[in-house]
């Protein structure tokens, strides 16, 4: 409901842009100058905003539908100079031009900016990837040396994973890494990095966050996970591991690697 209303919100302050340059587009002509290039702002935007909410590899419709409308703003603009003796064969083929330009013109732009949110995120959860989490935690690494304030990594496998795919099939095994997705995000912060960097495999940036605080992440997201797998009979649970740090004193594969070998003595421990 909050997405839909943002999205609309979005569109209202993009037609608003329309029709602002519009205005100014009626008010110069004759002049010389042109605003006309000025309707691809909206379209750009417009794709832009699409393909960010929208999360989806399809073509967002918003880019198309302001497409339309530049379009029909732009022809209204440049008639109602010369209006009456504007042909009216004229309007109607510069609005279908104008509009199979800009629709395509947003397409491409919002297909430019898919790709390089998806390059950057897991397609099954819509999580970061571990490209995307190996830049945040740099940018922590940064952050925690200039105020000496220390920044925590959870590294989580889901045990038993692979028996649950072999004996109920691939769409239950999807089913739970989304599960587990979910449970991350919801015992975290907005601040914080999650992340799937493998099959089963998934990471937690929490910056700011010392080992006492830590401690208690990690026992929130065993109830949450408990619970849930419990609630769907699935005989699985998570192993983590974590690190605490200061600084940049450690590279990334160094701290990740901890962390991993921390996570596999847990898991070794409940075999």
């Given at each position: 409901?909050?997405?839909?209303?943002?999205?609309?919100?979005?569109?209202?302050?993009?037609?608003?842009?329309?029709?602002?340059?519009?205005?100014?587009?009626?008010?110069?002509?004759?002049?010389?100058?042109?605003?006309?290039?000025?309707?691809?702002?909206?379209?750009?935007?417009?794709?832009?905003?699409?393909?960010?909410?929208?999360?989806?590899?399809?073509?967002?419709?918003?880019?198309?539908?302001?497409?339309?409308?530049?379009?029909?703003?732009?022809?209204?603009?440049?008639?109602?100079?010369?209006?009456?003796?504007?042909?009216?064969?004229?309007?109607?083929?510069?609005?279908?031009?104008?509009?199979?330009?800009?629709?395509?013109?947003?397409?491409?732009?919002?297909?430019?900016?898919?790709?390089?949110?998806?390059?950057?995120?897991?397609?099954?959860?819509?999580?970061?990837?571990?490209?995307?989490?190996?830049?945040?935690?740099?940018?922590?690494?940064?952050?925690?040396?200039?105020?000496?304030?220390?920044?925590?990594?959870?590294?989580?496998?889901?045990?038993?994973?692979?028996?649950?795919?072999?004996?109920?099939?691939?769409?239950?095994?999807?089913?739970?890494?989304?599960?587990?997705?979910?449970?991350?995000?919801?015992?975290?912060?907005?601040?914080?990095?999650?992340?799937?960097?493998?099959?089963?495999?998934?990471?937690?940036?929490?910056?700011?966050?010392?080992?006492?605080?830590?401690?208690?992440?990690?026992?929130?997201?065993?109830?949450?996970?408990?619970?849930?797998?419990?609630?769907?009979?699935?005989?699985?649970?998570?192993?983590?591991?974590?690190?605490?740090?200061?600084?940049?004193?450690?590279?990334?594969?160094?701290?990740?690697?901890?962390?991993?070998?921390?996570?596999?003595?847990?898991?070794?421990?409940?075999q």
């Amino acid at each position: 409901m909050a997405k839909q209303k943002n999205m609309f919100w979005s569109f209202v302050l993009v037609v608003a842009e329309i029709l602002f340059i519009t205005f100014w587009d009626y008010k110069v002509a004759g002049a010389y100058y042109s605003l006309d290039v000025l309707y691809c702002l909206p379209i750009i935007q417009a794709a832009r905003i699409g393909a960010i909410r929208s999360l989806r590899h399809s073509d967002t419709q918003m880019s198309a539908l302001v497409g339309v409308i530049s379009a029909v703003a732009w022809s209204i603009a440049e008639a109602a100079v010369v209006w009456p003796h504007y042909p009216l064969d004229a309007f109607t083929m510069n609005i279908f031009t104008r509009s199979v330009t800009f629709t395509v013109l947003g397409r491409v732009v919002a297909k430019l900016w898919k790709e390089r949110d998806f390059s950057r995120k897991d397609a099954l959860t819509g999580l970061a990837n571990r490209l995307e989490f190996a830049e945040r935690f740099e940018a922590e690494q940064l952050r925690s040396e200039r105020s000496s304030r220390p920044y925590s990594l959870l590294f989580i496998d889901i045990d038993q994973f692979k028996m649950l795919n072999d004996n109920l099939g691939h769409r239950v095994g999807d089913a739970a890494l989304k599960a587990v997705s979910g449970i991350l995000r919801d015992n975290s912060r907005s601040v914080d990095t999650v992340a799937r960097i493998g099959g089963d495999q998934f990471v937690l940036l929490f910056p700011e966050t010392d080992e006492y605080i830590c401690g208690i992440l990690v026992t929130r997201i065993q109830l949450a996970s408990e619970k849930k797998f419990q609630t769907e009979g699935w005989s699985i649970s998570l192993s983590i591991g974590h690190v605490t740090v200061t600084g940049i004193e450690r590279s990334f594969d160094e701290i990740l690697n901890e962390a991993d070998e921390k996570m596999y003595s847990i898991k070794k421990q409940k075999q």
